[in-house]
């Protein structure tokens, strides 16, 4: 097994689903020696590893979402909070 996949925490699965896998990873997936590379979800039973490659678009956007316990210093506008937790956290406007 290769060090990438031990570092994916690929055990003893003996089928795992790759989805639009490029020619680049195409040698790491040979590798797997004892193992069935499925390309489409509807040849599976059951799933319990999955690879899924996507590719990254020139527009994007992205959230990031945190528990409210784990911010340290909330100084957002109060319409951007999302629930009461985090709207009660909010630093108070001076003046």
């Known amino acids: 097994m290769t060090p990438l996949f031990k570092k994916l925490n690929l055990k003893a ?3 795992i689903l790759g989805l639009n896998a490029p020619a680049s990873f195409e ?11 499925q390309r489409s979800p509807a040849d599976l039973q ?3 590893f999955a690879l ?7 527009d994007w956007s992205a ?7 784990f911010i340290k ?8 909070a999302i629930n009461k ?5 909010l630093s ?3 003046g």
């Open 92 to 94: 108070k406007p001076a």
């Open 27 to 37: 040698p790491e997936l040979a590798a797997l020696e004892g193992v069935t590379i």
């Open 52 to 58: 899924v490659f996507v590719t990254q678009q020139a």
């Open 46 to 48: 059951s799933i319990t």
């Open 73 to 80: 210093s909330m100084t957002r506008d109060a319409n951007v």
């Open 63 to 69: 959230l990031r979402f945190r528990r409210v316990e």
């Open 85 to 89: 937790p985090g709207k009660g956290r």
């Open 13 to 15: 699965q003996a089928e």
